[in-house]
């Protein structure tokens, strides 16, 4: 499956994604860039 940002992040342009039993943290900023944290 394929999601875009946007989908992800929705209107408040943050997302918690969980993989393997890591979190990790997408935003996208006001200058639309992403950042993709642990």
Do not use: F, H
């Not at 989908?7 to 950042?35: F, H, K, W």
């Amino acid at each position: 499956m394929r999601w875009s940002a946007e989908e992800l992040c929705g209107a408040a342009g943050e997302a918690v994604i969980t993989l393997d039993g890591d979190d990790y943290r997408l935003r996208i900023t006001s200058r639309r860039r992403l950042i993709l944290t642990k």
